[in-house]
């Protein structure tokens, strides 16, 4: 990771979005071998990034956002989209197999349905 340097032109904005894709690329491989540590290294370095692009004033990004950085973006939302359906599915297996392990269903299930059944009275009263 390279330091925190401002964005100033689009060759920055590429290059910040090029380390995103490759932390994204290395946050996929750390979530398909379960590696906690990559996994958080990973986090930390899109914080970082994240950060970095934030910076970014509104009419800034208009004068620095070329179309291959928009390419780039959506490629990178694309891979985060993807990386937050790996994790829910690793964080829903847990959950399954600590309820079997325990016999317990988790709390949050009975709230869901509470909150489920309040929606579809509510949406009937409409």
């Known amino acids: 990771m390279t330091p925190d ?5 689009p060759a920055d904005l590429r ?3 090029a380390q995103m894709l490759n ?4 946050e996929r491989q750390a979530l398909s071998g379960l590696d906690m540590d990559a996994i ?12 970095r692009l934030e910076d970014l004033a509104e009419g800034t990004l208009d004068m620095v956002m070329d179309e291959e950085c928009r390419g ?9 989209e993807a990386n937050r359906r790996v994790r829910n599915l ?3 297996n847990v959950s399954a197999r600590l ?28």
Not at 109 to 116: K, P
């Open 72 to 80: 780039m973006a959506d490629a990178a939302r694309r891979m985060n």
């Open 15 to 17: 290059a910040a979005l």
């Open 5 to 9: 340097l401002a964005i100033r032109n």
């Open 40 to 51: 958080l290294g990973c986090a930390v370095d899109k914080a970082q990034l994240c950060t």
């Open 99 to 126: 309820d079997a392990l325990t016999g317990a269903p988790a709390i949050y299930r009975a709230r869901a349905a509470q909150v489920h059944a309040h929606h579809a009275r509510t949406a009937r009263a409409r």
């Open 90 to 92: 690793i964080a829903a």
């Open 23 to 26: 932390v994204l690329a290395e």
